[in-house]
């Protein structure tokens, strides 16, 4: 056991650049950082390696810097968000808001923290700016509400509308005066917990006591969020989490592993393409992903230095050079530019070039759909 808290652990986070280093907020306002040994804990550590402190109240989320090493983001019921730099035991930034923070969550680079807030408002910040860079209102309910960064310039925040319907909608970070997507999911009153796949653009969810996880996929085109199933099963969960994509399975065409934690044990849920006669590598499954390397060190982050992950090749393991960052364009005030839905191609009838579209055309949405149904498969659905 790791005992070094003078109150109730409320969250953890396992550091994505060290997997034998675990952050620790707690009750007793501090934040503890501790280092697994190798061979594992084989007697209390009271020690930890950092304390972090400036919260007031009780710190309730943790959350680390997906491209940067050492750096931590926590919020606490003092409603500030603050940012560590945990190589030199100090806080760099701080955020007051106005009321209870909800949820915190880094863009896919890290170069922006999205938010939601007890005051119905969600807001984005530069963590190395004095102020935050915008603020919408993304839902009329006043419970909790999720903020999830997606591909590109878009999110998605989950929450609840005035009749207490829980509801999701993506946004434009461009504009945010309407929503590009809503849809309403249900009455319950669960508050769910997403978990966004970046490289498949899906994003899996499931709620505290239910018995159930969605997923959804995400496209550029309208409507931008479409259901695709859901796993069932008997006993309700009390939390779910998200294995990093770089630990899946490829030989058993794993694309996805979600812990159910129960009353009594947690239960890894794991998500296969079932492919039959083959023991190659599936390429098409496996698009390079965020390797465990970071891409800047704290001291460059801090400096104002952005970048997006480093990735890994899911067949050799090797880590290749990320992607040229870009930077988020700005805010934007007035309406959004009208968009038109596009129709997504059907599996059940046959696929046909656009005018002019060749051979190239054709292969384009073969792929889709080979895609697709290889997601419906990975669900447990023949398609």
Known sequence: MLQGHKGEVLDIDFNPFAPNMIATGSDDTTIKVWSVPAEGITAPITASDVTLEGHQKKVTLLNWHPTASNVLMSCSADNTIKVFDVGRGACSSSFDLPDSVQ????????DR????CKDKRARFFDPRAPAAVAEFNPHQGTKQAKFVWLNGSKCMTIGFGKQAQREIKVWDTRYLDDALNAQELDQSASVMMPFFDADINVVHMGGKGETSIKHFEMTEEAPHC????AYNSKEPQRGI???PKSNVSVETCEVARIFRLLDKTMVPVRFEVPRKGTSSF????????AAAVPALSAADY????NSNPRMMKMDTKAVVDPAPYEPYEPVRSGPRPAEAPKPRPSMDSPVAPKAGGGDSEVEALRKRVAELEAKLRAAGIDP
Do not use: N
Request: without cysteine; negative net charge.
């Open 103 to 110: 949820h915190i969550a880094w863009s896919i680079s890290g």
């Open 113 to 116: 923290i999205g938010t939601t």
């Open 226 to 229: 479409h259901f695709l199933t």
């Open 241 to 243: 989490a998200y294995l």
């Open 282 to 289: 599936q390429a098409d499954l496996y698009p390079d992903t």
């Open 302 to 305: 801090f400096s104002g230095k």
